[in-house]
């Protein structure tokens, strides 16, 4: 296989240059997003073990009373 010459070197043109960079960003958000999902899941569920505790030791509201209807 001969390498590409001239014309056909599209190596280290600007389009190039431009889809390798493109495909870097994306492959850096896909990393960057499963990244925050595993972060949120690993903190969610210890927010979500607090917000029962939460919940638990709150006592019921009282459901709200209208003066204009009562009267």
């Given amino acids: 296989m001969l390498p590409p010459v001239g014309k056909h070197d599209n190596r280290n043109s600007m389009k190039m240059k431009r889809l390798k960079g ?3 960003k994306k492959a850096r958000l896909r990393r960057r997003k499963q990244e925050h999902k595993a ?3 690993q ?3 210890k927010a979500s073990a ?3 505790a ?3 030791a ?7 009373s209208d003066p204009v209807e009562g009267g």
């Fill in 58 to 64: 709150a006592p019921p509201a009282a459901p709200p």
């Fill in 22 to 24: 493109q495909a870097k």
């Fill in 54 to 56: 939460v919940k638990q």
């Fill in 50 to 52: 607090s917000k029962k």
């Fill in 43 to 45: 903190s969610g569920k």
């Fill in 39 to 41: 972060a949120a899941v």
